[in-house]
Nanobody, 128 residues
């Protein structure tokens, strides 16, 4: 079973940058679509971004589009989330997960479901 571990969270000032990592020491990421999610206390966990199994397509929540970039390095079995121009509302615990399926229609990637259980996540705090 693919076990993913998140890292890279930190305290950062508004406007700053962070790079989160989602790594596996077990199975290869292979052709799995991988998504990043975040959760704030009292709110539902929301999808932030997803990258296709092949790594050639990505999708982003409207709230992070243009600021976050997801990338997949199959050689390192790692998916990254580069977060720039961070805002206070980006604060939360960030999780990565294997997606159950993906669909690409007209260049628009959609990822569905989450396979397996959630990991520990990594805490991002954006504060001045």
């Amino acid at each position: 079973q693919l076990q993913l571990v998140e890292s890279g969270g930190d305290l950062v000032q508004p406007g700053g940058s962070l790079r989160l990592s989602c790594s596996t020491s077990g199975d290869s990421l292979g052709a799995y679509a991988i998504g990043w999610f975040r959760q704030v206390p009292g709110k539902e966990r929301e999808e932030v971004s997803c990258i296709s199994g092949g790594g050639g397509s990505a999708s982003y929540a409207s709230s992070v589009k243009g600021r976050f970039t997801i990338a997949k390095d199959n050689a390192k079995n790692t998916v990254y989330l580069q977060m720039n121009s961070l805002k206070l509302e980006d604060t939360g615990v960030y999780y990565c997960a294997r997606r159950e399926s993906e669909q690409n229609l007209g260049g628009v990637l959609q990822c569905f479901g989450v396979f397996g259980s959630w990991g520990q996540g990594t805490q991002v705090v954006v504060s001045s």
